[in-house]
């Protein structure tokens, strides 16, 4: 480029490499990933922004309420 005349002397290109999924590629991608191994919260904090503050407790049977009609 520079033989054609581009001011560009002294600069250097950098590629991106990185993959672009769609929104549905990226869920799916993430719940592969986080069934089967345990994920750093800073991966969603910093990502989605989200301030993670811990896990939530499981639901026990003894914490759900009976059906409407019961």
Known sequence: MIL???P???YLFDWDKGVSYS?????AYE??????YEVDPDYYIKKYNVPII??????SSANLKKDFFD
């Open 4 to 6: 054609h005349g581009f």
């Open 54 to 59: 811990g896990k939530k407790a499981a639901a």
């Open 8 to 10: 560009i002397a002294g």
């Open 23 to 27: 929104p549905e590629q990226q869920m």
């Open 31 to 36: 719940e592969m990933i986080s069934s089967q």
